[in-house]
Structures are given as structure tokens and as C-alpha cells.
């Protein structure tokens, strides 16, 4: 057996790869989202408004953000996107009219 056929036949196993692996990391972030939260009723933080004081402000708060950034960001995706071939068919055009081919 050559060596290519034998690297071809083998494949790499990454850690993601394993679905068992994905569920492990998942519960470790929900643990920690759980104990983050359980720590805002604990820890004393020096706030400068009132509405900083409600429990799980912060999580609340970073959640919102997330959301309307994704928001703006697909309406955004309307206004910017470019069609398929637009840079083949600027650089064709632009390359004809120069007298200069590809």
C-alpha cells in the first residue's frame, strides 16, 4: 500500500468531530453560565445607575446587544452584498477597455 493510499484512507479525528466531546463543552458553558449568574446575587459591584443593580443585568444586557448586532448585520448584508461575479465581471470589462487581456 502506498503512502497516499494509506493517508487517504485514514482520517484525522478532531475533538469537535465527536458528538460526545460537543456535549461536554456545552454543559461545561451552561455550568459556568449558571455559576456567573449565581454570582451576580453575591458579589458587591460599584454600580453608576439604578437599573445596574437588577439581577443578571449584565447577561441581559450582552444578550440584547448580540441580537441587534446580528439584526443590523443582516439588514446590512442587503445594502453591501455584491452579486456573485462582480469583481470578474469589473476586472473583464476593465481589462478590455485598457486593450490588456487576462
Do not use: Q
Not at 50 to 75: D, K, M, Q, R
Not at 76 to 83: L, N
Amino acid at each position: 500500500m502506498k503512502k497516499s493510499d494509506k493517508k487517504s484512507s485514514e482520517k484525522k479525528s478532531y475533538f469537535f468531530d465527536k458528538p460526545e466531546n460537543v456535549r461536554l463543552i456545552l454543559r461545561i458553558f451552561y455550568v459556568l453560565c449558571a455559576v456567573l449568574l449565581a454570582a451576580d446575587f453575591v458579589v458587591h459591584r460599584h454600580v453608576y445607575h439604578s437599573w445596574e443593580n437588577l439581577p443578571g443585568f449584565y447577561a441581559i444586557y450582552g444578550f440584547v446587544a448580540c441580537v441587534i448586532l446580528v439584526l443590523i448585520a443582516t439588514e446590512m448584508r442587503k445594502v453591501v452584498m455584491r452579486d456573485e461575479d462582480y469583481y470578474d465581471t469589473n476586472n473583464c470589462t476593465k481589462n478590455s477597455t485598457n486593450g490588456e487581456g487576462k
